[in-house]
Structures are given as C-alpha cells and as structure tokens.
C-alpha cells in the first residue's frame, strides 16, 4: 500500500500498489507482503519535480516511481504544485513590469475644494447621566424591614405604635439622604461632562483648524510643503525595484522636475513558465526582445507611478517633467556612465484623463511632449534630456 501525505495540507490518500488482488486464495495470501510509506512530492526552484521518502531522501527505485505516479494523489499533487510554482513566477515578473498599475487617481482642485468647504469641526456630544434616582418604595420597604430587627418587646400590643414611630423618625431622613446623594454624583457628572465638552470641542476645533490650513497648503503648494511630502513619500516608499528620486520644485512656475535612477534590466526575472500538457510546468528562458518589451514597460511605467503621487503632493504642481537615466559602459570610453534613456513631460489636465490601469506606458508616453527612442527589438537608445 502506498501513503502519500501532501505536506501542510491535511491531506491523506492510500492506495494498493503491491500483492496479491485475489482475497480468496489462501496461497496468495500467505505469500503476499505489505508495505506502508510516506512520501513528499515537491518542486524545487527550477521546476525540478521531486519525490521524497519519509527520511528526506530521493526515491530513485524506477519500479516504486512507476507505481507512485499512477496513483491519483500523486497527480493531483503534481497540478497543485505546477500551478502553484507558474503563479509564483509570474507573480514574479508582474511585480516588476506591472508597478505603474499602482498609480494613484490623480486629485484635482475642484476636489480638494470641495472637501475644504464641506469640512466642519466635530463636535462633542454630552452623556447623559445614567444613575438611578431614589426609590421611595424600597426604602420604605428597608426602614420597615429595620423596624422589625430593631423593635422588639414581649408587650406585643406596643410594637405597632413604636415601629410607627421608628419608620416616621427614620424614613424622611434616608429618603433625604438619597435624594442627596443622588444630586451630588449627578451634579459632579454634569461638571465632568461639560469639562470634557470644552476639552473636546478645543480638540476639534484644532484638528479642524489644521486640516483647513492643510487643504490650503495642498492648493498654494508653498516650497516647504511639497518638498516635506515628497519626502516623506520617497522614505515610505517601497517597490521590488531598486530607484533613486531627485526633484527640483519651483513654485512660481508650478513645475517639478524629477530625475528618475531606474532599475538594470539585469533585475528582471529572465526564465517563463510554460505548461504542459500532462499538467507539469516547465521554465524557459525568455528571449531577448522578451525581456527588453518587459524592461520598457518596467521603466516606463515608472513615470507614471511616480507621477500620479507626486502630482498628488499639491494641485499646485501642474507640470511634471521626469527624466529618467540608467548606468551603462560607454562605448567610447568603457566607463559606466549615467546616460538619459527618456524624457515626459506630463500636464496635469491631461494626465487625469487617461486610465493608467489600461495603458501600454511606453506607448502612453507619446501622449504628452516627450523623448524616447527605441529599436523594434525595444533596446532604449541614449537621448538627452529635455529642459524646461
């Protein structure tokens, strides 16, 4: 019998690989064996398929593999695997050339202002006092119960009159008591609560206040308040490429210029899966003119990544210019240099219009006033910047 155990997953199937299959010959079933393993079938980081016994070691008896793999468990092991390992390689290459897929929806003025006028601070609202006034009957029924414990005497025709008494004496001062007590913890509630109010409306009215001052740096875009977001942008920012950001903003002109250091293509995952049709996958190196379209989708749609968040740093910022550049051994002189492979201009008018999720970024590019130049094979051919 074969065991096959799929790790981390609970699941369990037994089949009959060996023996006799008659249950009714006493010869055979005194001459047949039984074996019980455990095994792990798994895929290494190649697409390399393997099968494991329960020591860890590779099973390499071809009539014991043949027997493994016709059973079911096995097989829909093997589709779970090979699924599993093309989504992960996938995922691997996505994550690289898909990050302009990450654009933000650009915010407009309009929007902002909209927002500023329909901002109001909070306001707090006072508990009311939940305690329990006093309740004449149960005192009443206590002062009368206390008569009892406390009124005694064997001349039994004088106990209606003394526990008379006693409830007429006792009584109207419990029930005052109360009625004080009960006052004094709502009067102190009522002072607490309006102490409270104070605190939290001078808390409201400050974060109002400082949400409002912030509506109107986000539209001026004063210097210190775009350059202060766009670093805690860049210090936030994580993607699984490596890139450097410098900026220069001017204000009066309500430009920012963006020098953008961008990932070697030598980052880019360089094997695909591909299927087959038993079910099992099989890597395979992509080719060159593979993995430079995927490169310059990569690094073009960086543009827009950056663009859609840096524009979102202030309405004020209504040109951006991105020069992006990559570090290449010059062929003249055999020195890595930083050489400019594109530059895009984006307005912002324009650049709300588009749905970046949709685009193909470097044909997106020819869209706002750019430089870029690049083969039929998409090899990025060195440009100088634009200025503006």
Same mark, same amino acid.
């Given at each position: 019998?074969?065991?096959?155990?799929? @790790?981390?997953?609970?699941?369990?199937?037994?089949?009959?690989?060996?023996?006799?299959?008659?249950?009714?010959?006493?010869?055979?079933?005194?001459?047949?064996?039984?074996?019980?393993?455990?095994? %792990?079938?798994?895929?290494?980081?190649?697409?390399?398929? #393997?099968?494991?016994?329960?020591?860890?070691?590779?099973? %390499?008896?071809?009539?014991?593999?043949?027997?493994?793999?016709?059973?079911?468990?096995?097989?829909?092991?093997?589709?779970?695997? *090979?699924?599993?390992?093309?989504?992960?390689?996938?995922?691997?290459?996505?994550?690289?050339?898909?990050?302009?897929?990450?654009?933000?929806?650009?915010?407009?003025?309009? &929007?902002?202002?909209?927002?500023?006028?329909?901002?109001? @601070?909070?306001?707090? !609202?006072?508990?009311?006092?939940?305690?329990?006034? @006093?309740?004449?009957?149960?005192?009443?029924?206590?002062?009368?119960?206390?008569?009892?414990?406390?009124?005694?005497?064997?001349?039994?025709?004088?106990?209606?009159?003394?526990?008379?008494?006693?409830?007429?004496?006792?009584? @109207?001062?419990?029930?005052?008591?109360?009625?004080?007590?009960?006052?004094?913890?709502?009067?102190?509630?009522?002072?607490?609560?309006?102490?409270?109010?104070?605190?939290?409306?001078?808390?409201?009215?400050?974060?109002?206040? *400082?949400?409002?001052?912030?509506?109107?740096?986000?539209?001026?875009?004063?210097?210190?308040?775009?350059?202060?977001?766009?670093?805690?942008?860049?210090?936030?920012?994580?993607?699984?490429?490596?890139?450097?950001?410098?900026?220069?903003?001017?204000?009066?002109?309500?430009?920012?210029?963006? &020098?953008?250091?961008?990932?070697?293509?030598?980052?880019?995952?360089?094997?695909?899966?591909? !299927?087959?049709?038993?079910?099992?996958?099989?890597?395979?190196?992509?080719?060159?003119?593979?993995?430079?379209?995927?490169?310059?989708?990569?690094?073009?749609?960086?543009? #827009?990544?950056?663009? *859609?968040?840096?524009?979102?740093?202030?309405?004020?910022?209504?040109?951006?210019?991105?020069?992006?550049? %990559?570090?290449?051994?010059?062929?003249?002189?055999?020195?890595?240099? &930083?050489?400019?492979?594109?530059?895009?201009?984006?307005?912002?008018?324009?650049? !709300?219009?588009?749905?970046?999720?949709?685009?193909?970024?470097?044909?997106?590019?020819? &869209?706002?006033?750019?430089?870029?130049?690049?083969?039929?094979?998409?090899?990025?051919?060195?440009?100088?910047?634009?200025?503006?």
């Amino acid at each position: 019998y074969l065991n096959t155990g799929i @790790p981390g997953t609970g699941l369990y199937d037994r089949q009959r690989i060996g023996g006799s299959s008659s249950s009714n010959s006493s010869s055979s079933r005194s001459h047949s064996t039984t074996t019980e393993i455990s095994i %792990t079938v798994g895929i290494d980081d190649d697409g390399n398929y #393997f099968i494991k016994d329960n020591n860890g070691h590779i099973i %390499t008896d071809e009539s014991l593999l043949r027997k493994i793999k016709r059973t079911d468990a096995y097989k829909n092991k093997i589709l779970e695997l *090979s699924e599993q390992f093309a989504n992960n390689k996938n995922l691997e290459t996505e994550s690289f050339v898909e990050i302009y897929k990450k654009s933000e929806k650009v915010v407009t003025e309009a &929007d902002i202002k909209e927002q500023l006028t329909n901002l109001k @601070p909070q306001k707090y !609202t006072k508990k009311d006092y939940s305690g329990r006034e @006093p309740d004449e009957l149960a005192i009443k029924s206590d002062v009368e119960s206390e008569a009892r414990r406390n009124i005694r005497s064997i001349a039994l025709w004088t106990l209606k009159k003394k526990r008379a008494e006693y409830f007429e004496r006792v009584f @109207p001062e419990k029930m005052q008591n109360e009625i004080n007590i009960y006052n004094e913890n709502k009067s102190k509630f009522i002072i607490n609560e309006e102490l409270i109010e104070k605190e939290k409306n001078q808390e409201y009215l400050e974060a109002y206040q *400082s949400q409002q001052m912030y509506f109107q740096d986000y539209i001026n875009g004063s210097k210190d308040f775009v350059e202060n977001s766009i670093d805690s942008f860049l210090e936030s920012m994580t993607l699984p490429v490596n890139f450097e950001v410098s900026y220069e903003y001017n204000q009066e002109n309500s430009i920012l210029k963006v &020098d953008l250091d961008l990932p070697e293509i030598e980052d880019l995952p360089t094997s695909k899966v591909t !299927t087959l049709s038993s079910g099992k996958v099989k890597l395979k190196e992509k080719t060159q003119k593979e993995i430079k379209e995927q490169y310059l989708i990569c690094v073009t749609g960086l543009a #827009f990544f950056f663009a *859609s968040h840096l524009f979102n740093m202030s309405t004020n910022i209504k040109e951006l210019l991105i020069s992006a550049y %990559t570090q290449r051994i010059s062929k003249k002189t055999g020195v890595i240099n &930083d050489e400019y492979v594109y530059s895009v201009l984006f307005t912002r008018d324009k650049f !709300t219009e588009i749905s970046i999720e949709n685009i193909v970024p470097y044909l997106a590019i020819e &869209d706002f006033k750019h430089s870029i130049d690049y083969s039929k094979t998409f090899e990025l051919a060195t440009i100088d910047p634009m200025e503006k």
